[in-house]
Structure formats: C-alpha cells, structure tokens
C-alpha cells in the first residue's frame, strides 16, 4: 500500500516554470515505477511523463517533451515534476501515480488527490 499527496500547483504566466512534488507513505515506494497525469476542465485525463524504479528510464507525453523534466529520490519517498516554458494548454490538476499494473502510460493503482496548476497568458 502506498499513500500519495501532491503540492507545488500554484498560477503562474506563460514561460514560467513550477516544480510538483508527490510524497509517498508506505516502505515499498522504491519498488513502484511512478507518473504524472493531468486533467484539464472538460478533458479526460492524460498521461503526462513517468519514471521507472531506479529513475534511470523517463517517459513523456510529445506535449511536455523537453520542457518537464520527472525525478524521484527514493530515500525521501518523493516524486517531482519540473516545468519549465509553461504555456496555458498546461493548465490542469496534476496528479501523481504508482504501480502501473501494466505500462506507464496506463493505469495505476494508486493515486493522489492533485494539485491544480493554472497557466495564465
């Protein structure tokens, strides 16, 4: 079992840059590969970028490709999300993830409550 909790959302201009992070409660949290998701109003929710469980392999979205950048330090049980040049299309609730049953741009079976992230132009 594993409990998530993300912050660092917040409302930022075009070109700005925040930086999300998700805590984990539990001991296996090194054991689990993580992501990001987000969902805009009206939208389903979308993948955003993932990581395995040593952080030696990264994913992302085309969309978030070269401005987002996904970490973990697995002794501190943390997760993070850099984003650099956001532009307004980012505005979402972002929401951190483990344990994709199947791959990283699926399902997962844990989920924490987001953090919601505002882009103003």
């Known amino acids: 079992q594993v409990q998530l909790a993300e912050s660092g959302g917040g409302l930022v201009q075009a070109g700005g840059s925040l930086r999300l992070s998700c805590a984990a409660s539990g001991r296996t949290f090194r054991l689990y590969a993580m992501g990001w998701f987000r969902q805009a109003p009206g939208k389903e929710r979308e993948f955003v970028a993932a990581?395995?469980?040593?952080?030696?392999?990264?994913y992302y979205a085309d969309s978030v490709k070269g401005r987002f950048t996904i970490s973990r330090d697995n002794a501190k049980k943390a997760l993070y999300l850099q984003m650099n040049s956001l532009k307004p299309e980012d505005t979402a609730v972002y929401y951190c993830?483990?344990?994709?049953?199947?791959?990283?741009?699926?399902?997962?079976?844990?989920w924490g409550q987001g953090t919601r992230v505002t882009v103003s132009s």
């Open positions: 990581i395995n469980l040593s952080g030696s392999s990264t």
């Open positions: 993830a483990a344990d994709p049953p199947d791959d990283v741009y699926g399902d997962y079976n844990y």
